[in-house]
């Protein structure tokens, strides 16, 4: 699976946007970028997934570009509950989630 | 994820000590985990399971082992316990089937080993 790299830490206002960037330059034709976050010391949670296209959910959106070396998770309207380390995870459907470091996202007031 | 649950939550325990770690899961799904967690780092793939009579060794299933009762149930023993196995561990499930392989995650058994 390819390799990620995302920033350690990022702060956000409440209310704005959260862009969390996460860069996967060596991602395979055939491998996915998963974004879960971990909400201190409680068990991970999937946000969402994508291949090429943009996504959205309920949660958040996941913009990827086009040449797939990079993507963006964006949380649209941050609540201080959105204060986590969010895992960005490139791999193969049906392979073994690969968790690094993640970015610790912290929401202030 | 009150559909996957983990018992004991927290346990504290001695070297050389035999500990079982339980997770059970109403999701239906095919497949489990375990994974382990050291402070300030990411999950590490402790063993993995696709149905009740396939297990499969992850990153570091060195010192554990594990079975699969059955769909619902997967256990991980720790045969002789050791300091360094002090650690958050958590079990998760996913099913293929849903189109996603999305994996949900217990809340976790914080164990400590003396």
């Known amino acids: 699976d390819a390799k990620t790299t995302q920033p350690t830490s990022m702060d956000c206002a409440e209310g704005r946007a959260a862009n969390l960037p996460c860069n996967h330059s060596t991602i395979s034709g055939n491998e996915y970028v998963y974004w879960y976050r971990q909400i201190h010391s409680q068990g991970p949670q999937y946000i969402i997934h994508?291949?090429?296209n943009n996504e959205t959910n309920e949660m958040a959106s996941l913009i990827i570009t086009e040449d797939r070396k990079s993507s963006t998770l964006i949380l649209p309207h941050a609540t201080l509950r959105d204060t986590a380390v969010y895992y960005c995870?490139?791999?193969?459907?049906?392979?073994?989630?690969?968790f690094g470091s993640g970015t610790q996202l912290t929401v202030l007031p | 994820d009150a559909d996957v649950t983990q018992t004991p939550r927290n346990r504290i325990t001695k070297t050389g000590k035999r500990i079982m770690l339980e997770c059970s899961q109403t999701k239906g799904h095919d497949r489990m985990y375990w994974y382990r967690q050291d402070p300030g780092l990411g999950l590490r793939l402790i063993y993995y399971s696709f149905d009740v009579k396939d297990i499969n060794k992850g990153e570091i299933s060195d010192g554990y082992s594990v079975s699969r009762q059955a769909q619902a149930k997967f256990s991980l023993s720790l045969e002789s316990a050791i300091p360094n196995q002090t650690a958050l561990y958590f079990c998760?499930?996913?099913?293929?089937?849903?189109?996603?392989?999305?994996?949900?995650f217990g809340p976790g058994t914080r164990l400590t080993v003396l």
């Open positions: 994508g291949l090429k």
């Open positions: 995870i490139v791999r193969v459907a049906n392979r073994q989630l690969t």
């Open positions: 998760a499930t996913s099913d293929l089937e849903l189109g996603k392989d999305t994996q949900y």
